[in-house]
């Protein structure tokens, strides 16, 4: 895949999964993971 789409198509995957999940955060994927990670804890305990 050329780099120009990859990277297109990861930047909005990234947007796609902040919206569904009200992320309003650092744009950084250790942020993102962060934010899911907890959303996961909080849901499994």
């Known amino acids: 895949m050329p780099q120009g789409l ?4 990861y930047a909005a995957l990234d947007k796609a999964v902040d919206n569904a999940y009200g992320y309003k955060g650092k744009s950084t994927d250790a942020a993102r993971v962060a934010f899911l990670f907890k959303l996961y804890q909080a849901m499994v305990m």
Not at 6 to 9: L, Q, R, V, Y
Request: no cysteine.
């Open 6 to 9: 990859a990277k297109k198509a």
